[in-house]
């Protein structure tokens, strides 16, 4: 049984900052693609970056650019994003998830699993 397991949220201030972590089980980590997508109160999913399976190529959203840092440990089988400089416009439930293969990483209908996500609260 795949199983993507999140933790690391919480509640910060603005220009604070988490390392969120995805542990995974039940597949070969090391031979997908994986990513982080959000989804903030009220809104659709947002896809927030994609490292592909060696670790050594990664994307990101505009808008978390130079503030966010996704990696991974294939030989731990999780996933991390290190978020810096958070805004109030990041408060969200992150979730990571496993790329199907498709036309592009930033298709978030391209992701056939994901976890339970959580929680990210950026307030002052």
């Known amino acids: 049984e795949v199983q993507l397991v999140e933790s690391g949220g919480g509640m910060v201030q603005p220009g604070g900052s988490l390392r969120l972590s995805c542990t995974t089980s039940g597949f070969s980590f090391s031979m997908y693609d994986m990513a982080w997508v959000r989804q903030a109160p009220g809104k659709g999913p947002e896809w927030v970056s994609t490292?592909?399976?060696?670790?050594?190529?990664?994307a990101y959203a505009d808008s978390v650019k130079g503030r966010f840092t996704i990696s991974r440990d294939n030989a731990k089988n999780t996933l991390y994003l290190r978020m810096n400089s958070l805004k109030p416009e990041d408060t969200a439930l992150y979730y990571c998830a496993r790329w199907a293969g498709g036309s592009s990483w930033t298709r978030v209908d391209e992701y056939d699993y994901r976890g339970q996500g959580t929680r990210v609260t950026v307030s002052s």
């Open positions: 490292i592909n399976s060696k670790g050594d190529g990664t």
